[in-house]
């Protein structure tokens, strides 16, 4: 029996103007718990300025793999057929290099997130270098609280202590070893 | 397609560098050993709280105390990161830590010793800290993309990790007779658990092959050791320190550190639970999960609550 919290996906601003990025996943019993559980896993350093958290499961991912394999993006014509939903907003997420994750690209409004997908993927200038993609309603996305910036991500500032920079032991080794070993 | 060009593409992706992505075809042999290598290591990270954990209320100032607890407080979040990575593959963290509880799943030897002095603080930092940032710099390179993106930033924490043991090593090096007989002990006890923390030799390393050509791994782990020894050595010799190895020396031909034989005996028991500490940290992690059922519970209701 799977008794597990639900899973939250993770995106982070980290500064102002630079694009949400995925960072991974939490487990919570709500949204606005998984938004404390992703400060705590994501952010105990000076790296986040606002955060998205979105259920995993309202998310679509689709590699270029998996649409190369799909018939309505390879094939010349496409036989949509018309949604009777409203439009909604869905955020685009690429991942655009090898060793990169999926960062935000574009908002666009549609039925479905698939053809939120469709319609990105034949407007994006780039697209062949998408290398994975993710769909994310707008619905779905919790945001963290703009006027909680400082109690959810400033602590993380005075914390110098928690960066290697802070620790001097490569001129100390180098001094060590530039000196005669007394004690030998 | 069938499976044998599929097998053939994916091998093609990956001697291309490219990162597999969850969506991605992938052989079930990747998958079986991503997850088996991403647990045992998410597993690692949270057991390996504990040995440090213990020196938390009893650190020397408020500033080390501090330190130590971010340290912790990284390694529980390094658990996370794994975890996550595993789930992309289908592991459901409720599995994964019902092994970890039950005692089934395995994870690193090097946790299953006790941390006796204030320079074990120093000295797990310094070396099985450095040793774990070779493995982990080698694995962000590996070739499952979201295994490759939590290594990256475990990297970057761990270098902190290392830095703050490396210089309680270097004070209590340079401090008093006492201090520097306490680091000494330190290094002698830690010295050859930090040696098969890289795992058995090459030689008794089934799956290494498959998991170097599919760059899961892109080392293996005897050349990660003889890069640590290669590295740590000149450094403790400098610091006026020795490892408990009276065969080690420097072969000038090999331009490289050997050492003497290590006890592969005493890695199988230690991984197998019968380390000096296993049966404590088992009870310590089955303890914490308990004590925190309270606010699991808290949680749950606050949840419940506010979506009536």
């Given at each position: 029996m799977d008794t597990q919290w639900p899973r939250f996906q993770v995106f982070v601003q980290s500064k102002s103007g630079a694009p949400y990025m995925d960072v991974g996943s939490v487990h919570a019993p709500d949204a606005e718990l998984a938004l404390l559980n992703a400060r705590d896993v994501f952010a105990r350093r000076p790296e986040s300025i606002s955060m998205w958290v979105v259920p995993v499961e309202a998310i679509l991912w689709k590699t270029s793999q998996e649409l190369r394999q799909d018939a309505e993006f390879t094939g010349d014509a496409h036989t949509i057929q018309p949604e009777n939903t409203a439009n909604q907003p869905y955020h685009i997420f690429c991942k655009f290099k090898q060793a990169g994750t999926h960062e935000f690209v574009t908002t666009v409004e549609t039925a479905s997130a698939s053809a939120a997908l469709r319609q990105a993927y034949q407007s994006l200038l780039h697209r062949q270098n998408a290398l994975s993609w993710c769909i994310i309603p707008d619905q779905a996305v919790t945001k963290s609280d703009p006027n909680e910036v400082d109690s959810l991500y400033a602590p993380a500032l005075d914390k110098t202590f928690r960066m290697s920079t802070d620790f001097r032991t490569v001129s100390a080794m180098r001094a060590i070893k530039s000196t005669p070993n007394e004690n030998e | 397609m069938d499976n044998e060009t599929i097998l053939q593409d994916f091998e093609e992706r990956i001697a291309r560098g490219e990162k597999i992505e969850p969506g991605d075809w992938m052989p079930d042999e990747y998958r079986r050993q991503l997850i088996r290598m991403i647990s045992q290591h998410a597993h690692s990270e949270i057991v390996g709280q504990l040995p440090e954990g213990a020196w938390i209320t009893r650190a020397p100032s408020i500033r080390r105390k501090m330190i130590l607890l971010a340290k912790v407080q990284d390694e529980a979040g390094h658990g996370q990161y794994l975890y996550h990575a595993a789930e992309t593959l289908g592991a459901t963290r409720e599995e994964m830590l019902e092994a970890l509880l039950a005692g089934k799943a395995k994870y690193s030897n090097v946790f299953n010793y006790p941390t006796l002095t204030w320079a074990d603080v120093g000295v797990i930092g310094y070396l099985v800290d450095f040793a774990a940032i070779l493995n982990q710099t080698m694995l962000a390179r590996c070739s499952y993309g979201p295994y490759a993106r939590a290594m990256v930033r475990i990297c970057a924490e761990?270098?902190?990790?290392?830095?703050?043991?490396?210089?309680?090593?270097?004070?209590?090096?340079?401090?008093?007779?006492?201090?520097?007989?306490?680091?000494?002990?330190?290094?002698?006890?830690?010295?050859?658990?930090?040696?098969?923390?890289?795992?058995?030799?090459?030689?008794?390393?089934?799956?290494?092959?498959?998991?170097?050509?599919?760059?899961?791994?892109?080392?293996?782990?005897?050349?990660?050791?003889?890069?640590?020894?290669?590295?740590?050595?000149?450094e403790l010799l400098a610091l006026g320190l020795s490892v408990p190895d009276a065969e080690l020396h420097y072969d000038e031909r090999l331009k490289r550190w050997v050492h003497g034989p290590i006890d592969w005996e005493e890695l199988r028991q230690v991984i197998q639970g019968d380390g000096p500490c296993n049966k404590e940290r088992m009870e310590a992690r089955i303890q914490a999960h308990e004590d925190g059922l309270w606010v699991r519970e808290a949680m749950i209701a606050y949840a419940q609550r506010t979506q009536a």
């Open positions: - | 761990e270098n902190f990790h290392k830095k703050q043991g490396q210089d309680i090593v270097i004070r209590l090096a340079q401090g008093s007779p006492y201090q520097r007989a306490m680091v000494q002990d330190a290094i002698h006890r830690w010295w050859w658990p930090t040696l098969m923390m890289f795992g058995p030799p090459d030689s008794e390393s089934p799956n290494t092959a498959t998991l170097v050509r599919w760059k899961v791994k892109t080392r293996t782990n005897d050349e990660l050791r003889q890069e640590f020894i290669d590295k740590i050595i000149p």
